[in-house]
């Protein structure tokens, strides 16, 4: 996977089996040359730059409110919007993940999600879900079906409940493997967040897959 932007090209190493259950960018390199390097465990913990090793802040819902150096010291700092507009930012650092731990495209405006690119201004994704058989535009365009604070959508595909973290978010094993997404791992109750499986999740949310019933219902 390459980018191309005002005469540059930057070419990302993409990594497949990370912990949360789907792809991440590991190497950034531009000219052959490294430029950023990431760590992962659930989330993004790091990343090693020109500027050296920076560390990933996370708060409870909106992702990434801060990095750190070697030393603990906050470098760089975010407020967002709802849906990851960002308001301000304090610090330099050449980072793009930021809003829900994702990438922003800062020539784009748009932040990439995988399977689709969502833009943080209006809340919505800029084409609709294909799984979706309803026309609804909240269900095919909007992001966590206009629900920004209970749920987000990692993968671009479809919107679960906002659990603090990705990882437990993961496809039920039980489909067949053609009607799975190629974005989402069959490993998928190896994790579990605060006693909460990928099962529990998938227990309670139903919505469509290629012609499997797996419709939203409310959870008390």
């Not at 190497?27 to 913990?45: D, K, M, P, Q, W």
């Not at 809340?123 to 365009?141: E, M, S």
Request: cysteine-free.
């Amino acid at each position: 996977m390459q980018k191309t932007a005002a005469g540059v090209t930057t070419k990302y190493l993409i990594d497949d089996q990370t912990l949360a259950g789907y792809t991440q960018i590991a190497e950034e390199r531009v000219s052959g040359a490294i430029t950023n390097s990431y760590v992962y465990g659930l989330h993004r913990i790091s990343m090693r730059g020109s500027a050296g090793v920076h560390y990933y802040g996370y708060d409870g819902h909106s992702g990434v409110r801060l990095l750190t150096d070697s030393g603990g010291n906050a470098t760089d700092n975010w407020d967002y919007e709802a849906f990851g507009l960002e308001i301000s930012r304090v610090g330099a650092s050449d980072n793009r993940f930021t809003y829900r731990g994702e990438q922003i495209d800062t020539t784009l405006a748009l932040q990439y999600l995988r399977a689709r690119w969502m833009n943080p201004a209006s809340g919505r994704f800029v084409t609709r879900d294909r799984y979706r058989t309803t026309d609804h535009p909240l269900a095919v365009y909007g992001y966590g079906g206009g629900d920004p604070v209970g749920r987000q959508n990692p993968t671009g595909l479809f919107d679960v409940s906002g659990l603090g973290t990705p990882a437990a978010i993961i496809a039920p094993n039980e489909q067949p493997p053609d009607l799975r997404s190629p974005f989402l791992k069959t490993n998928y109750n190896a994790i579990e967040l605060n006693g909460i499986t990928a099962d529990d999740v998938f227990d309670r949310y139903l919505r469509t897959f290629d012609g499997v019933n797996y419709t939203p219902d409310p959870v008390n």
